[in-house]
C-alpha cells in the first residue's frame, strides 16, 4: 500500500493553538473557587524536625489551612512507583534542602508566599552525606534508617533495592539499588589483551529545564479526586494518588492538558500528591505552581562517577569491558533505580563485547531527588563508554570512525545477552555521519571532530491502548492516554488513524491523557508513543472496520467478509464505497450513535521481545578550541535519526535537533553545584543552558529509513537518540583538539583552560 | 483578594482595547494579563528576566511581563500574543513558526512572536546575525532554535511581500 498521510510532514495542528496563546497548559487552569498553595522547604540537608509552629501563619491574611505531616494521618503518605520512600510532607526528618515539610493554603498565591514565611520550623540539626564518596563510607549516616517494600509490578520488581519477602525492613547503608550484569571470561581476556585502556569520567548534575514548572491543581470532593497536572505518566499518577487516599483507581481522575516541556522530568508523580492532600484539608480545589527553584529542588538528573575499562586485540576490536557505576541519587529512589539499570545496559555501546563485566550502584545522599531525564542511564553511561572507546582508536592509532566500525554489532546481533537484537544498519548511520563531518572539516590545529554511537533498550514497558469513535458524520475522534509535551504525538496518531480509516487529516480528532475519560496509557517516555501507541491505533481501527463490515452485512445483507476496507467505509459486493457515517446511521436506525474501535498492546507477537525497539543515537562535531580562553565552539552538529520510517520528517528533526541541543547543554554548560547542603545555582541564570547565539553555523540533520521498526510502517522511536552519545563526542572532539583528555563535564571555559595549563578540572 | 486595600487604578489599552482596573503595588504586568485579564498566553518561567517566555511589548518595546510592574502600565499600551492574529488572520510570524516546525511545547513561543515581531517592526530585512542577536535573550528547550531563525526570516520576506521559498 502506498501511504497518502504518514510519511509527510505536515502542519500540526497543537502548533496552531500555541502560536496563538489558545493553548491549554496546566498552569492556566484555575477552576472557580480555587485556593493556592506555597510550600515551606526545609533549610537543612539532613536534621530532626523538632517542632513546626503554624500560629503566626494561620493568623495571616487570607490563610485557610497550614498542612503537616501529622494532619496525614489515615493516609499512606509516602510515594514512589518503585519504592514507596518519598514522603509528602517530612515525616521526623528532613533529608535534603528544599524538602516540603508544610504546605500553606490560601486565598491568594500572594497569601500563601507571605504566609509560608511565618511558618517556624525548628530542626537539630544531624550529620550529612553530600556527595556518593561520602554516602559510601563505612560509618556514613543513613539517608534512610528504613528500607521500603518495592513495587510488585513486572517491570519494577526487578529494580527493586530492598527483597520483597519482607526479610528485613532495616536500612544499613545508603545503597538505594545495586545492578550487575556480566558475561563471559573478563579475566582471561585482560590477561591477553594487545592493549588495556582505562579511564575515570564525572558525569554531572543536570536539570532538564522544562520551562512550564511543575504544577498541579487538585479537587478532592464527595470522594473523588480530579487533579489536573503537568504529569507525563497521568496513569502511573494515579496509582499513587489512590494508594494515598486508599480509593480506587476508578475514583481518581488525572488528566493532563498540553505541557510546556517534559524531556523525562516530568515523568512520575511529583506535586501531585501536596495539590492533593491541600484540597483532602480544605475540601476546595487547590492549585499549587513551583518556580525554577523549587523545581530544580523537586527532580533533577543523576550524577554519575563511572570507572571503565576496556581490552583489545592488535587489530582494534574489542576483547572484554569492564564498568563501576555509581550513582548519586539524591535523598528519595524515584525513578534512578530504572536509571541505573538503562546506565548498566547503555554504557558499553552498541558493540561486538565477547566479555563484560559491570557493577552499579544509586545511592542515596542528602541532595534534591535524582530521575528521569532524556535518554536516563545512556548520557551518563556513554561518556564513559564512548569516551574510552575514542582514547583507546587514539592508544592504537585508529581514527574514531574506524574502530568503531570495526566494533558495531550487525542488523539483528544482539547487544544485551537474549534480548531483541538490533533492528538498526549502525555501520550505514554512523558512514552517513563521517561524510557529513569531512565534507567541512576544518583539520587545523585547534579543531577536532568527535562522532559518537549509541543504542538504547526503549519503547520502555509494552503495555499500551487505544480508541477510535467513528461518528456519524465521518469525523473520527482518537482517544489515547499518551500525552502531548511537545513531542508532536497528537499529530502523528492523527495521521496513523486518518491513514488506516482513509480519511482526511482534518476529519481526525484526538483527545489525550484523561485516565477518566480516556483509555490507559502506561507511560509517555522511553520515546515509545510513535511505535506502542501507534500499533494500538493502527490495532483500533482495524477493530472499528471489522465492527462496520460486520454491521454493513446486517444492513445491506451478505457476509462482513463481503465489506472490503475502502477509504473511509466499506465496499460492499456490490461496488459503491458505503461511508462509516452510513453504515452507523443505518444500523441504529436513527441520524445517531457511534462504533468504538479498540486497540491492545502487550507483550505479545511484534513486542514479545525486549525491549520493543532499540533508540539509535549517531551524532558527530567538529569544535574549535580558543587556547588562550577555552572556549569551545561547535563548528559542526551532525545528527542521523535512524527511526525507521519517519511518520513526520519535519517533527523528526526537530526532536533529534532538540535532543541534540539539550546533549550539548550537558557538555558545554549545565551543571548543578552544590556548596554545603545547598545548591550554589538553582535558577536559570547560574545554571545556563545553550542560548540561540550558542547554535553551531553548520546544523545536518539527517533521516535514516531503513523499515525495520517494529512500529507502524517499520517505525521506532525518535526524540532522545543524539543526546545519548553527544556528550561524549563532544569530549572526545576537544581531547582531538587539546590533546587532554576530559574527565569531567561541562566543559567550561574555565575547565578547559585548567586542563590546557595542567591544573586538575576544578579550582 | 490581597491588595484590594492599597488599590491602584490603572488605565491601558491592551491589544486595542482600552482596560481600567484597580491593582496591588505588587501585582506584575504578567499577574494582571493572566488573572485579571484571563489573557494567559503570556506564559512565566524564569522570573529573573532571563528566559524569554513572558515577553510582552510595552508602547512598542519589549519587557519581561514576570517583573514589570502592573502599575506601571498605566496609560501605556501592551501588546500581547493573543493579538498578534488580527481579525482571525495568523500574523505572518504566527504562520510561519507553525509551517517551520518553530515550537514544539509552545512555552516559549509567546514569548518568542513577540520578541520577533518588536524586531521585524524596527528592522524589515534582518540578516541571521541580526535575528540570532536579537534573540539571544529567549530561551527554548525544544527546537534547536535553528528552525526558529529561519521561521523569523520567512515571515520577513513575507511581509516585505518578497517570494517565500518552501
Redesign the interface.
Known amino acids: 500500500m502506498t501511504e497518502r498521510i504518514v510519511g509527510q ?1 505536515v ?2 495542528r ?12 496546566t ?2 487552569v484555575v477552576p472557580s473557587g480555587t485556593l493556592h498553595a506555597k510550600v515551606v522547604r526545609s533549610t537543612h540537608a539532613h536534621a530532626r524536625i523538632t517542632e513546626i509552629d503554624r500560629t503566626a501563619a494561620l493568623q495571616s ?2 490563610v485557610v489551612a497550614v498542612i503537616t505531616s501529622d494532619d496525614l494521618g489515615g493516609l499512606f503518605p509516602r510515594f514512589g512507583h518503585i519504592v514507596p520512600d518519598h514522603c509528602i510532607l517530612a515525616i521526623g526528618k528532613v533529608r535534603y534542602y528544599g524538602e516540603p515539610v508544610a504546605l500553606v493554603v490560601a ?2 498565591v ?2 500563601a508566599a ?1 504566609a509560608a514565611q511565618l511558618v517556624d520550623v525548628r530542626y537539630e540539626e544531624l550529620p550529612a552525606v553530600m556527595t556518593a564518596a561520602a554516602a559510601l563510607e563505612p560509618d556514613a549516616p543513613l539517608v534512610h534508617e528504613e528500607a521500603y517494600r518495592a513495587s510488585n509490578d513486572e517491570s519494577f520488581a526487578a529494580m527493586a533495592a530492598t527483597p520483597d519477602d519482607g526479610a528485613s525492613d532495616i536500612s544499613r547503608d545508603n545503597v538505594a539499588h545495586e545492578v550487575s550484569l556480566e558475561w563471559g571470561d573478563v579475566d582471561s581476556a585482560f590477561a591477553v589483551a594487545a592493549a588495556v585502556v582505562e579511564d575515570q569520567v564525572h558525569y554531572p548534575m543536570l536539570y ?6 511543575y504544577n498541579a491543581v487538585a479537587t478532592f470532593q464527595d470522594g473523588h479526586l480530579h487533579v489536573v497536572s503537568t504529569a507525563q505518566h497521568p496513569f502511573m499518577v494515579r496509582t499513587d494518588l489512590a494508594r494515598i487516599f486508599s480509593l480506587p483507581l476508578a475514583r481518581v481522575r488525572v488528566e493532563v492538558p ?6 523525562g522530568s516530568k515523568s512520575y508523580t511529583k506535586v501531585e500528591p501536596l495539590a492533593a492532600v491541600g484540597s483532602w484539608v480544605t475540601g476546595r480545589p487547590v492549585k499549587l505552581v513551583l ?2 527553584e523549587e523545581s530544580i529542588y523537586t527532580t533533577r538528573a543523576d550524577a554519575a562517577d563511572i570507572r571503565v575499562r576496556s581490552a583489545f586485540d592488535d587489530t582494534g576490536c574489542i576483547l572484554a569491558r569492564e564498568f563501576e557505576i555509581v550513582l548519586d541519587s539524591g535523598a528519595y529512589a524515584d525513578n534512578s533505580p530504572l536509571v541505573l539499570a538503562k546506565a548498566v545496559n547503555r554504557c558499553f555501546g552498541p558493540y561486538r563485547v565477547p566479555n563484560l563485566r559491570i557493577h552499579g550502584r544509586s545511592l542515596y545522599t542528602n541532595t534534591s531527588p535524582a530521575s528521569s531525564y532524556r535518554g536516563f542511564g545512556a548520557p551518563q553511561g556513554s561518556l564513559a563508554g564512548e569516551l574510552n572507546l575514542d582514547h583507546a582508536a587514539q592508544e592504537l592509532g585508529i581514527g574514531p570512525v574506524e574502530i568503531r566500525l570495526r566494533n558495531l554489532v550487525e542488523p539483528g546481533q544482539e547487544i544485551l545477552r537474549g534480548k531483541r537484537g538490533i533492528d538498526a544498519d549502525l555501520k550505514a548511520d554512523l558512514e552517513m555521519v563521517a561524510d557529513s563531518l569531512r565534507r567541512d572539516a576544518k583539520s587545523a590545529p585547534g579543531y577536532g571532530i568527535g562522532v559518537g554511537c549509541s543504542a538504547s533498550d526503549a519503547g520502555a514497558f509494552p503495555v499500551s491502548t487505544a480508541q477510535v469513535r467513528l461518528q456519524t458524520d465521518g469525523s473520527v475522534l482518537l482517544l489515547s492516554g499518551s500525552t502531548e ?4 504525538s497528537r499529530s502523528a496518531l492523527a495521521q496513523i488513524a486518518a491513514e488506516e480509516l482513509g480519511v482526511a487529516l482534518t476529519d481526525v480528532h484526538v483527545a489525550q491523557s484523561d485516565t477518566g475519560t480516556g483509555p490507559y496509557e502506561r507511560t509517555t517516555g522511553a520515546s515509545r508513543t510513535t511505535t506502542l501507541v501507534g500499533l494500538a491505533v493502527q490495532r483500533a481501527c482495524a477493530d472499528a472496520r471489522g465492527k462496520i463490515a460486520t454491521m454493513a452485512a446486517e444492513v445491506f445483507g451478505g457476509q462482513a467478509a463481503d465489506y472490503e476496507p475502502a477509504p473511509g467505509g466499506v465496499r460492499g459486493p456490490d461496488g459503491p464505497v458505503v461511508g462509516f457515517g452510513e453504515v452507523i446511521v443505518r444500523w441504529f436506525g436513527a441520524n445517531a450513535g457511534e462504533v468504538t474501535g479498540i486497540g491492545l498492546v502487550r507483550r505479545d507477537g511484534a513486542t514479545q521481545k525486549m525491549p520493543p525497539f532499540w533508540e539509535v543515537g549517531m551524532v558527530g562535531v567538529e569544535v574549535g578550541v580558543d587556547e588562550e580562553t577555552g572556549v569551545v565552539e561547535v563548528e559542526q552538529l551532525v545528527t542521523v535519526a535512524d527511526v525507521g520510517f519517519a511518520i513526520n520528517p ?2 523528526v ?3 533529534d ?2 535532543a ?3 546533549g550539548l547543554g550537558g557538555a558545554l554548560y549545565e551543571e548543578l553545584v552544590y556548596d554545603g547542603p545547598q545548591l550554589l545555582n538553582p ?3 547560574e545554571y545556563r ?5 550558542d ?1 553551531p553555523r553548520k ?1 545536518d540533520t539527517m533521516i535514516a529509513e531503513r523499515h525495520d521498526g517494529v512500529g507502524p510502517y517499520g517505525a521506532k522511536g525518535a526524540g532522545e537518540g543524539a543526546l545519548n552519545p553527544m556528550a561524549a563526542a563532544v569530549a572526545s572532539a576537544v581531547a582531538r583538539a587539546t590533546g587532554h583528555w576530559p574527565t569531567q563535564l561541562p566543559l567550561t571555559p574555565e575547565r578547559v583552560w585548567r586542563m590546557l595549563n595542567g591544573l586538575p578540572p576544578n579550582a | ?3 484590594q486595600q492599597y488599590g491602584i487604578d490603572v488605565t491601558a489599552e491592551v491589544n486595542g482595547v482600552e482596560v481600567t482596573r484597580s491593582v ?1 503595588p ?1 501585582h506584575t504586568l504578567a499577574q494582571f494579563l ?1 488573572d485579571d485579564l484571563g ?10 528576566q ?2 524569554g ?1 513572558c515577553s510582552v511589548l510595552v508602547d512598542g518595546a519589549p519587557v519581561s511581563a514576570c517583573t514589570y510592574l502592573a502599575a506601571d502600565i498605566d496609560g501605556r499600551t501592551v501588546e ?3 493579538g ?2 488580527a481579525g482571525g488572520e ?1 500574523h505572518p510570524l ?1 504562520r510561519s ?3 517551520n ?1 518553530a ?8 514569548g518568542f ?1 513577540m520578541m520577533a515581531k518588536s524586531l521585524l517592526d524596527r528592522n524589515p530585512d534582518p540578516t541571521e546575525e541580526e535575528v ?2 536579537y ?2 535573550g ?12 529561519e521561521a523569523v526570516l520567512e515571515a520577513a520576506r513575507e511581509m516585505r511581500q518578497e517570494p517565500v521559498n518552501d
Open positions: 510532514s502542519r500540526r497543537d502548533l496552531l493553538e500555541k502560536v496563538t496563546g489558545a493553548a491549554t497548559y498552569v492556566d491574611p487570607g486565598e491568594s500572594v497569601a507571605d532538564a529545564y522544562a520551562m512550564e514548572p498540553y505541557v510546556g516541556g517534559g524531556y518556580d525554577v509535551m511537545g513531542q508532536g519535519k517533527a528533526e526537530g526532536q535537533l532538540g541534540a541541543t539539550q535558577n536559570i541564570v543552558v545553550p542560548r540561540i547565539g547554535m546544523i | 483578594m490581597t491588595g496591588s505588587r493572566r489573557l494567559t498566553g503570556t506564559k512565566v518561567s524564569c522570573e529573573l532571563v528566559c517566555a500581547t500574543v493573543e498578534l492574529a495568523l504566527q513558526f507553525v509551517d516546525f515550537l514544539q511545547c509552545g512555552f516559549c513561543t509567546p512572536l540570532r542577536e534573540l539571544d529567549n530561551i527554548c528547550r525544544c527546537t534547536g532554535y535553528r528552525p526558529i531563525v
